[in-house]
């Protein structure tokens, strides 16, 4: 079945690590995009690829870097410039000019 | 992408149907209306969207009022497995890079 695989679930890290976060599609979706939660808010958009070997910032990308190699793959690391990064990490994919998204089911980033 | 209003939780019982509003009066002739749902440590998942008229599938109806400042989920018959964090959105038709933007929800809780 297609969908969109994000690992590890649970991520710990010590202060000052650099950390990333995998994100993997079958779907054959052109865009992909990397949201946060934290407790009892809505996603914020860190950043966002409409295609390969391109991406673009979104309205909370200090202190995260992402890469877009393949069609499938949109990986996030999470530098040690970020303040707080303690958070629920989402993966999304959707076709260019597409109305749904597919979402991943998260990786909990705690910073200890 | 123009902003929308949602209550901040709303109660149902087990088998009834439930209406969750959504206020959205600066949106835009091309704005279409989606809606997702989040369950408790999941991504969201797509529930359904429109523009004009209204639109039902196998999870839920979408009731756009006739000037298109308002719309209704309508769940038809709540179950335990309902109870989620809801969020409509709006996305504009010329929005290329198909960003959604979330707010913070209608949490549904569900009584047996």
């Known amino acids: 079945d297609g969908g969109i695989t994000q690992s590890p679930k649970y991520l710990f890290r010590k202060e000052g690590q650099n950390v990333t976060l995998s994100c993997e599609q079958n779907?054959?979706?052109?865009?992909m995009y990397w949201y946060r939660q934290d407790p009892g808010q809505g996603l914020r958009l860190i950043y966002y690829?409409?295609?390969?070997?391109?991406?673009q910032k979104g309205d909370i990308a200090e202190g995260y870097s992402v890469s877009r190699e393949k069609k499938e793959s949109f990986p996030l690391t999470v530098t040690s410039a970020q303040k707080n990064p303690t958070a629920f990490y989402l993966c999304?994919?959707?076709?260019?000019?597409?109305?749904?998204?597919?979402f991943g089911s998260g990786t909990r980033l705690t910073v200890v | 992408d123009a902003k929308t209003t949602q209550p901040n939780s709303m109660e149902s019982n087990e088998e009834e149907p439930v209406h969750l509003p959504c206020n959205h009066s600066?949106?835009?002739?091309?704005?279409?209306i989606h809606w997702y749902r989040q369950l408790p440590s999941q991504g969201p998942e797509y529930v359904i969207h429109?523009?004009?008229s209204n639109v039902n599938n196998r999870m839920a109806s979408l009731a756009i009022a006739e000037d298109r400042k308002s719309s209704t989920l309508i769940l038809h018959r709540a179950t335990l497995r309902d109870a989620a964090v809801y969020y409509c959105?709006?996305?504009?038709?010329?929005?290329?890079?198909?960003?959604?933007?979330f707010g913070g929800g209608t949490r549904l809780m569900v009584k047996p």
């Open positions: 959105i709006l996305r504009a038709s010329n929005n290329a890079g198909n960003m959604l933007t």
């Open positions: 690829s409409q295609i390969v070997n391109d991406f």
């Open positions: 429109g523009l004009t």
């Open positions: 999304a994919s959707s076709i260019y000019g597409g109305n749904g998204y597919t």
């Open positions: 779907l054959n979706h052109d865009a």
């Open positions: 600066t949106i835009s002739g091309t704005d279409y």
